[in-house]
C-alpha cells in the first residue's frame, strides 16, 4: 500500500511528516514561512535598488548643464 504522508528531508534523512513531533511540525511550517519572506524581501531589495539608481540618475541629469538643444525648447 502506497503512503500519502508528507515526507521531509532533515540531514538528508527522510521523515514522515505526522510521525513528527507537533513542535518540530511548527517549525518546518515556520522555516517554511520564513523562506518565503527572504525571498519576497529578496525581490523588493532588487527592486529598491533599482528605484534607487533611477533616483540617483535623475538627480544628477537635473544638475547637468542643460544641453544646447534643450535650451533652444526653452
Same mark, same amino acid.
Given at each position: ?24 511540525? $511548527? ?12 525571498? $519576497? ?18 538627480? $544628477? ?14
Amino acid at each position: 500500500k502506497m503512503s500519502s504522508e508528507a515526507k521531509v528531508t532533515i540531514n538528508e534523512q527522510e521523515y514522515d511528516f505526522d510521525g513528527l513531533e507537533v513542535e518540530t511540525q $511548527a517549525n518546518i511550517a515556520r522555516v517554511n514561512e520564513l523562506r518565503r519572506e527572504v525571498s $519576497a524581501l529578496q525581490i523588493q531589495i532588487n527592486e529598491r535598488q533599482a528605484l534607487l539608481q533611477m533616483y540617483i540618475k535623475a538627480i $544628477a541629469d537635473a544638475v547637468q548643464p542643460v544641453e544646447e538643444d534643450e535650451a533652444v525648447v526653452q
